[in-house]
């Protein structure tokens, strides 16, 4: 069986993708399996013993999508599966001229046309949930599994190398459990602010019990001057490299405090205890794990005013602007 599996989105997103794939990989252990996603997500699936193949395609682009497909139809694929689908992507994945299509459109309560039948489109579940509605279209019931990244034994002893290092060079000691905040987000509502971020970074090193990390991107770090900061507390600061380096480096943490973010399904994906931030986003969809390792902190808000009223869980706000922020500014992160 030769399979192409699509998935055209975030870096977050497709850190939830590999629950899916590796279950499909468990359900079809013989099959390849060939995927379609944006450039920055290969440092994601790289490695993964589900992916036989990853092809690319760059965002935005409906006329470099249609190329793409179209390229993909000398694979004789015989199965094409479409997750999170954009309505570009159902109208024209024919093109890849795959004998049988799954697409699924997160918003739409109906089997796209072309599809085999989708059991619940448009159900409100969590992300993990939705992917598997496409699984179970191909005729199975697929096993749940965890979200998971794949890191080669050398990335790791570099990994190790460059943070006990670093942690060394602030003074601290590398054989103590680390504890990394992750304070990014791809939308500045979606992050913890500043000026709450800084006393629970003072708060775990003062209190002794770990190693506190910051990683982020270069612009992040810039804006919030958090070079400063991070000297002044003598902790290491992890702001420039690759997104696999950015992967690598949050792997020899233990735990992590993370926004609704791409960061954050990282460091579940690479087993961590994870503490979750939820301000505006929707933690019924994004928030798809179950167990006690993971957890989120997050308050209602009257200013949640899209979803459906009766389920609290799947409202979010899509505001780009706000002059209270309040779903994270009256949130207390007592960290645990």
């Known amino acids: ?52 193949e990853i092809h690319t395609v760059v965002a935005g682009s409906k006329f470099a999508l249609l190329k ?27 093109l890849a001229g795959a ?36 699984l179970k279209a ?14 080669k034994t050398t990335e790791r002893e570099w990994a190790e190398n460059v943070v006990a290092t670093r942690i060394t060079g602030c003074g601290g000691d590398p054989s103590k459990p680390r504890y990394v905040f992750l304070p990014g987000a791809s939308h ?10 800084l006393p629970l970074l003072e708060r775990v090193k003062s209190a002794g019990q770990y190693e506190p990390l910051v990683m982020c991107d270069a612009d992040l770090a810039k804006q919030w001057n958090l070079v400063d900061e991070c000297k002044r507390l003598n902790i290491p600061l992890f702001a420039k490299g690759s997104l696999r380096e950015f992967i690598t480096l949050v792997s020899r943490a233990q735990s992590a405090l993370a926004n609704d973010s791409g960061p954050g399904h990282i460091a579940v994906a690479c087993g961590l205890k994870t503490e979750f931030i939820f301000g505006p986003g929707c933690v019924g969809d994004w928030f798809p794990y179950e167990g006690t390792n993971n957890s989120v902190h997050r308050i209602q808000v009257p200013c949640r005013l899209q979803g459906p009223s009766h389920l609290e869980r799947f409202r979010f706000c899509t505001v780009d602007q706000c002059d209270h922020h309040s779903c994270l500014r009256k949130l207390t992160v007592p960290l645990n």
């Open 1 to 52: 069986m030769k399979i192409i599996a699509i998935k055209l989105r975030a870096i977050g997103d497709t850190v939830i993708w590999t629950a899916a794939l590796d279950s499909l990989r468990a359900q079809y252990p013989d099959a390849v399996i060939h995927v379609l996603t944006h450039p920055i997500n290969v440092a994601v699936l790289e490695n993964s013993k589900a992916v036989d």
């Open 99 to 134: 004998v049988k299509l799954v697409l699924h459109h997160h918003s739409w309560a109906y089997t796209p046309r072309g599809s085999e039948r989708l059991d619940q489109p448009g159900a409100l579940v969590d992300a993990i949930a939705r992917d598997l509605e496409v």
């Open 138 to 151: 191909m005729g199975f019931e697929p096993k749940r599994m965890p979200t998971h990244i794949e890191i």
């Open 68 to 94: 793409a497909l179209w390229r993909l139809r000398s694979e004789s694929f015989d199965w094409l599966l479409a997750f999170h689908a954009t309505k570009s992507l159902c109208q024209w994945a024919w």
């Open 188 to 197: 500045h509502l979606r992050r913890y602010p500043r000026d709450l971020w």
